[in-house]
DNA sequence: GATGAATGAGCCTTCATTCAT
DNA sequence: TATGAATGAAGGCTCATTCAT
């Protein structure tokens, strides 16, 4: 199973990334990705060991490299002395946040592959792996600063994940519109100050 | 093709809801809901054009219902002269998302389903047209006002998408993750005046 | 899934008998039996779950019909009182044996299936099933009689099922070579002898 | 397609043998003997020209000597002089039937190839290509004998023929049930007996 | 000797739907 | 109203085999 090299392996990438775009993993057919690389449908076979792995072929580079931004990035906030953390929360820190943008924008047909056409696949719960890192680390967050947001009952994991999750969905929107790089950075700091705006509500007494 | 009382119609819908529940829309069967319901396929086909149509049937009305109170209410708050609208847009005066709320809660079912169910239906779309109205009201509101959000550019139709999107995405969490009535209170209380918060660094200079 | 009447199903019958004789369970195409049948490879899952059920529907009512006839002659033969048994063994029993030969002409065909078409199935071990039940029998007999061949050691459970399962092997060649149901009667006796004799080997000392 | 003592066809033969005997010939898969093999699959047809010719590689010299020393002891028994022909029948004689036995445990494991994974194949029919012999010569010796089993009816090419398969089995019964050679020599010597038993009741009047 | 690539035929099964009854 | 029967399309996948390199 060679992961390149071969010309008809390159071949078979967009074609497969433009049915998968098409129809979602579900309803995309390993036939018409074959047809449309000139292949037989057993030739596919030889490239990937099944219709989920093909898929997983096409986006996990993405997301693995995305978690492991984030993850480090998460790493590194957490480690700074406690004053340092001029931000609330790391989502809002303007730096990181666009490194992660601009991740995304890097790897884009594959982020919308990812968020759109996933259903059905380990993949679909992308966003909501996401939410978990971002819940756990701002909860560590949270005690580590001593702010009684989770004691006074204004802050509970619940409403952390919702709120997280309300985030990154409005982040993954420039993917699902097809937003140019341009309008998405000054979206995303629009939405970036609204977000960090709203987390002071519960941060602060 | 009767909509009304039938006593088959009535079997068959508390069945095809568990199955579309269970598999989603694509992957529910059709022989299965009829199984359950103690007739044949066929039968179904008496009672509902196709299983769009019947997926149709067990979500418009608290669709339609939802998108009326939810118009109705936008209306109302657009005729308000100026000065009254106390609240900076609609979906955060607290009374009209009670409403919301309570609506969905008395079409719990109804509105699990379409949020968690409807992929590859009409209704997939759902959250976009709340959306949709929204801002369409919203920048209404914003005009109204003669707030400068719009002109000096802190706010566009698409942030203003993304953000409505990420409350209305916030808001059906209380229905992704079957939150008790109790619960919700509480977390939508907090989600309203967190997107208030975040609202308020758009309208305000 | 209606057992008949169907003229349909009536049509399907010979022609899955005939694809299972020609080519085993395995190799046998439900696409070659459905077009046989005239019908399309869809249509037969109506009268059958699948391949397995299909081939069950063949040969069950035979299995099940000589293995209660085999059953109930071999507790009938249990109850006698010792004197009267006067055969050795039961299957060397002459009345018995040709109950047992003439329901196998009675159902030759499906024997046929059974015993050349099998492998794959569940009754791919039907002449071991019944080796089985002789065994067991023959046990329970050999122990009421006091004969000592068990306990000196001239006869074992091994022993017994490799002459049983030989008989067995030896008793269906009748179906596996089609022979005539005259020659078959002649043989079998030859057969019965042949083994009654042998068997005596075992249980004289 | 060298048959010949590559370290690669080495390798192959015992890979070959575990997929055989595990799946049974016609499921035995190729791609699994060679990747056991640690090659190819298409490195497979370097060696054998296909998968029936790889399966005769391995069983093919075990049946041709068995083959062999089964119709060379034939001869010698038919050469006798008439009255030294002390067995009635060859298989039954304890000499020759001990190298058959010895035969068979020194091919253990080509035998349990032969006897359970040969559906399929050409040799699917191995066990009757011995009775075949077995019948000629038996005929032979009847007829040289002068005995009068045929002429009286009491044997025929059929039932001779139907013995001796069931005779065959029960020896080879010895393979399928993985029976130590222990065991095999007392098992076999009790079938012996058997079946000198039962052709007795053929040969005389 | 060996291989990666490719193939074509085939597998059983499921589906929503239609239609005569 | 309801149904049993039937369908065509499609599904993903596996197989032994071939062939240029």
Redesign the interface.
């Known amino acids: 199973m060679p992961k390149d090299k071969t010309k008809t392996y390159q071949r078979i990438i967009p074609c497969a990334k433009k049915e998968f775009l098409d129809k979602?993993f579900?309803?995309a057919s390993m036939r018409t990705i074959a047809a449309d690389a000139g292949i037989s449908a057993a030739g596919l076979y030889r490239h990937f060991k099944d219709k989920e792995a093909m898929f997983e072929a096409l986006v996990s580079p993405a997301v693995n490299g995305l978690k492991e931004l984030f993850l480090l990035a998460q790493e590194d906030f957490n480690k700074l002395p406690k004053d340092n953390k001029q931000e609330t929360v790391f989502d809002y820190s303007s730096d990181k946040i666009k490194n992660f943008i601009a991740y995304i924008y890097d790897h884009f047909d594959d982020f919308k592959l990812l968020i759109t056409c996933a259903?059905g696949t380990v993949f679909s719960d992308f966003i909501d792996s996401l939410v978990e890192i971002e819940v756990k680390y701002t909860l560590k967050f949270i005690e580590s600063t001593g702010n009684d947001a989770l004691t006074s009952g204004?802050a509970?994991p619940?409403?952390m994940?919702?709120?997280s999750?309300?985030?990154f969905?409005?982040v993954f929107?420039?993917v699902v519109?097809d937003?140019t790089r341009e309008?998405a950075d000054?979206?995303i700091e629009?939405?970036r100050?609204?977000?960090?705006?709203?987390?002071?509500?519960?941060l602060t007494p």
Do not use: D, P, Q
């Open positions: 979602g579900e309803k259903e204004r509970t619940e409403l994940h919702i709120v999750s309300a985030f969905s409005g929107e420039i519109h937003m309008s000054s979206y629009r939405l100050r609204f977000f960090l705006a709203g987390w002071n509500t519960i």
